[in-house]
């Protein structure tokens, strides 16, 4: 995938450096027993958030798992990572949720409890049982959180793809509907879940879509380590029905690569004991599977590669008249309004990383002098479709306050097209043998979207490509769009079901904004891995 954009060396810190001996990264992985059921006539739906002290009384949110249906004892596939420094003591607060909507926020949902603890305990325990809290001292019920840390020493990730052929019916009015999970064997001999794929319903011969998980969470970067796949069949009230389970390690599914036939006898324990005449409950084979090496942004920047920037403001209709005080696009005495405030703030720290500071801007949404006939979905901001580069984000600021008295605002608001434009531009370079490039659209925007089909339509494709994208959400509104199409909630699919190649895109609300380091959003953004 786009080798010759992406062939830069990782940055390495030398072996004297006090950051290389103090910072390593730590993955956490997390299971409960005994949660609260909050869900009348069904057990909760937990998701579990890793949160970090950075103040006397400032919790903030580092990353999630995913939500698990309808149980109470639930094992994360989702692993948390963050930084660990040694040096430093690092308060967590891992919390537990009953999520019944699709808002990422957790105001609304039943917290079922929650824990206090440093990473220095968990990573000198390895494996930590705590009980969970209500508040201080007050239990929540007999529910417990164990939480499991692995140092990750390995870039390197694993890309697979399976199907499976003559599975065992398990539901009386209709055939199963099967999904796999991959436990990893542990030095305690213990099996511990890695990755849980997608429910296929009504299907016997399922083909599951592809997966790519790092390697260290995967199998703890050991080739040759047991792995155990389990074949159940979902029901909606938590009770799995397992259909069979087979055991393999990373060297064994490698041989798909070499174009070897790689499959396995999916085995019912119980059934085989019974029956003497049983062979199996459908075979799982193996379509692909490929070593892949990821890159953080980081390792980009610090490679050497070059970062381009480009900017969309939102000039549609639902922002508000600019004449009115109440619009986002109203110019205060001071010469201020919340996009120029946001442009700001993200813009000082976005340059920095720009190497040659000039940036292409766009607006989206308005109409244009001189006939005001049509909007128009990305036109250069300084108005010069030839060379829509701005000096700086001085340059963008001076474009914004010149261009914004001659627009009328207007609709739909249509993501697709800025997409789609800086997408083949990124394109363009991944086919071209010159220096190693990186494409951040940045994106600001009050919320409201009407093309969100198109729009996932264009993240899908772009997602193959060295892009990433930040929404930055301007004003009150509560961003529901925007929160799904950052995937962080579930894989974010096109409109006939292809899922992303990775997440490439973050959204963030301004009010939330704040000390934010934009950086710190392009680093929880996938970037393409490199075959190896």
Not at 143 to 149: D, F, M, N
Not at 243 to 265: C, D, P, R
Not at 453 to 476: E, F, N, W, Y
Not at 495 to 521: N, W
């Amino acid at each position: 995938m786009h080798q010759n954009v992406m062939n830069v060396e990782p940055y390495n810190l030398p072996l004297n450096s006090p950051m290389a001996d103090c910072v390593s990264k730590v993955e956490l992985s997390v299971s409960c027993s005994d949660l609260l059921d909050k869900d009348v006539g069904s057990k909760s739906d937990p998701l579990c958030v890793l949160l970090q002290k950075s103040g006397s009384d400032k919790w903030t949110e580092l990353c999630r798992t995913e939500r698990v249906k309808n149980c109470s004892s639930p094992s994360f596939s989702q692993r948390l990572r963050l930084d660990y420094h040694f040096e430093t003591v690092q308060n967590l607060k891992l919390g537990v949720y009953d999520i019944d909507n699709s808002s990422s926020d957790l105001g609304d949902d039943d917290y079922l409890g929650g824990v206090e603890l440093t990473l220095g305990q968990i990573v000198s325990s390895k494996t930590l049982t705590r009980p969970l809290q209500l508040k201080k001292g007050k239990p929540a019920g007999k529910g417990t959180i164990t939480v499991t840390a692995e140092e990750v020493k390995d870039n390197r990730a694993i890309e697979l793809e399976l199907e499976a052929k003559n599975l065992d019916k398990k539901d009386t009015f209709g055939k199963s509907d099967p999904f796999l999970e991959f436990f990893k064997q542990g030095d305690d001999g213990k099996w511990h879940l890695v990755h849980r794929t997608e429910v296929v319903k009504n299907n016997l011969n399922p083909s599951w879509k592809k997966f790519c998980i790092p390697l260290q969470t995967f199998c703890s970067s050991d080739l040759d380590r047991p792995l155990k796949v389990d074949c159940s069949d979902h029901d909606s009230d938590g009770s799995h029905d397992l259909i069979g389970s087979f055991t393999t390690k990373v060297s064994e599914l490698q041989k798909a690569a070499h174009g070897s036939l790689v499959e396995f006898q999916c085995i019912h324990p119980e059934k085989q004991k019974k029956k003497k005449s049983y062979k199996n409950s459908g075979v799982v084979s193996v379509k692909k599977c490929k070593l892949l090496t990821q890159y953080s942004f980081l390792d980009y920047v610090m490679g050497g590669c070059q970062i381009n920037f480009t900017v969309g403001i939102d000039f549609t209709g639902s922002n508000g008249d600019p004449r009115s005080p109440n619009s986002l696009h109203y110019m205060s005495p001071d010469g201020l309004n919340q996009y120029l405030s946001a442009l700001w703030s993200v813009g000082q720290v976005v340059q920095d990383y720009d190497t040659d500071k000039l940036f292409p801007a766009f607006g989206f949404g308005a109409k244009l002098p001189p006939d005001y006939q049509a909007a128009h979905h990305e036109f250069a901001l300084n108005f010069n479709p030839t060379n829509p580069y701005c000096q700086g984000i001085q340059g963008i600021v001076e474009a914004y306050r010149m261009v914004l008295p001659q627009l009328r605002l207007s609709g739909p608001t249509n993501f697709s097209p800025i997409i789609t434009h800086v997408a083949s531009i990124a394109a363009a370079a991944a086919q071209a043998n010159s220096a190693s490039q990186y494409f951040v659209l940045l994106i600001l925007t009050d919320g409201e979207i009407t093309d969100f089909d198109q729009t996932r339509d264009a993240i899908v494709r772009a997602s193959r490509l060295p892009l990433s994208i930040i929404i930055v959400g301007v004003g009150p509104a509560d961003f529901q769009a925007m929160e799904l199409l950052d995937g962080d909630d579930g894989v974010l699919r096109s409109t006939v079901g292809e899922a992303v190649s990775r997440d490439i895109v973050q959204f963030v609300p301004f009010r939330k904004f704040k000390d934010l380091l934009i950086v710190e959003l392009l680093c929880v953004c996938d970037v393409p891995p490199l075959s190896m």
